[in-house]
């Protein structure tokens, strides 16, 4: 896949006050390769259709920032869309002078021309920001809809493999390669659990020794865990990284119930857990659609993020537990308890992960889940993850909400979402909120 290339489009006309519009194109141009270096930016404004035809010409741009330094015809934007099919942000700028005398920029005006025209351009959706390049506010909110073009541009270089199907009753989680690849752009794999098992069954434990030493280094306990369902979870981790390996997966859903338990007799958690800290957003109940929003998570974090449902509410704490049965990532794990390995809560049978999580002062709760009518969406809601001890057998965090947690969870239950979410560090809402509106998906953003 060709790198990220974004591109800046300054436009104007030459009948404004070409001084002032010089400076704001320096600063600007200044402001953008600083958020990237990979910016694309013309060596002088682009005062003419014809300039304008000159720079775009050998481009292919993921993103462009169209900038009305001046006022400009709706010509202007009407040519980048007659070439291009890609996420749009409009730039407008402040007057820098009112003092009675001669509008300068007239920038503003210029940004409904462009706008009016892209929205009868088949409605297409659009970021927009109005502010001056010196403010902080100008460069936060076009650093978000970069990082979500960016992250759009990189889901079309992802293959994602759907490791059997999803139990009865939790059809939420499946989809369809043709649509994932229209809407996402990410491939779609799919491959029976019983070919990975027999994979597994046809290791040695010689095979496999490698694998057991991570998962001891990775661990505290696993030597409690019998002996069989040890050789069995280093078989099953080394036939998944193999399969990971060999066919360029990036992210993971898993059937892990009840194959797992009776036709192997060892579970898929701990492997999960694994891959996650490997780097392959790894879900279980073969949640396609919870692997790619871990997938998303990871990659703007830059860290294993945490996969569960909402099991409990606070109202006098404003929070909300998040728990699974035992895959979260070793890294997650409290420093004081290590990444403890138990057994199955409901199977009793081992390993799998049981741990609370570390505290992180900056989180995001995110999902791409469906309407009922199958059309996409965002949830998104943003808080810190509070220093707690496990929560219930499993693995568990508690996240304190910015906004009040009991109606988070009245609105979204009465809203249909699914039951499983990602748990990230870092505030990273108003990038999947700008991602959300490239897309043309509701977002409900919970603040």
């Known amino acids: 896949m060709s790198a990220f290339c974004p591109v800046y489009v300054p436009v104007g006309v030459p009948t404004f006050h070409l001084e002032s519009a010089q400076a704001e194109f320096e600063k600007s141009a200044a402001l953008l390769r600083g958020l990237d270096d990979r910016f694309v930016c013309p060596e002088e404004m682009l005062l003419s259709l014809d300039k304008l035809r000159a720079f775009l010409e050998p481009l292919h741009p993921d993103l462009l920032v169209f900038q009305n330094l001046t006022f400009a015809n709706a010509a202007y934007m009407a040519e980048l869309l007659r070439r291009f099919d890609c996420p749009v942000l409009l730039w407008t700028l402040r007057e820098p002078c009112i003092d009675g005398g001669r509008l300068r920029l007239n920038s503003l005006t210029g940004a409904y021309s462009a706008a009016n025209t892209l929205r009868a351009f088949s409605d297409r959706p659009f970021a927009y920001v109005f502010g001056a390049p010196g403010e902080a506010r100008t460069r936060g909110e076009i650093g978000a809809v970069l990082r979500a073009a960016a992250l759009k541009h990189a889901l079309h270089s992802l293959k994602l493999a759907a490791v059997g199907h999803t139990p009865q009753g939790f059809g939420f989680g499946r989809a369809l390669d043709a649509e994932l690849m229209d809407v996402f752009g990410v491939e779609l794999e799919a491959i029976e659990v019983r070919e990975l098992l027999e994979a597994a069954k046809g290791l040695s434990d010689a095979d496999c020794a490698d694998y057991l030493r991570r998962s001891e280094d990775m661990t505290c306990g696993l030597d409690k865990t019998p002996e069989k369902n040890r050789l069995d979870h280093a078989r099953l981790y080394r036939a998944y990284s193999d399969y990971v390996r060999a066919h360029g997966i990036g992210a993971l859903a898993s059937r892990c119930w009840p194959d797992l338990f009776t036709s192997f007799g060892t579970p898929v958690c701990a492997v999960l857990s694994l891959l996650n800290d490997d780097g392959v957003a790894a879900a279980c109940e073969a949640d396609v659609y919870g692997a790619l929003s871990m997938w998303m998570g990871m990659r703007l974090s830059g860290e294993p993020v945490f996969f ?86 499993g693995t568990s965090l508690v996240v304190q909400t910015d906004a009040r947690s009991r109606a988070i969870v009245e609105s979204s239950v009465k809203a249909g979402f699914e039951p499983h979410f990602v748990v990230m560090k870092g505030r990273h809402a108003a990038v999947l909120a700008a991602l959300g509106e490239m897309y043309g998906f509701p977002v409900y953003w919970y603040k």
């Open 308 to 393: 569960g449902d909402p099991v409990s509410l606070d109202e006098e704490e404003n929070t909300i537990t998040f728990w699974h049965c035992g895959a979260a990532a070793c890294s997650l794990a409290r420093r004081d308890t290590g990444a403890v390995v138990g057994v199955h809560p409901n199977r009793k049978i081992g390993p799998a992960m049981d741990f609370g999580c570390e505290a992180f002062p900056e989180a995001t709760v995110f999902r791409v889940g469906r309407e009922p009518d199958g059309s996409f969406r965002f949830f998104l809601c943003e808080g810190r993850v509070l220093d707690k001890p496990k929560q219930f057998t």
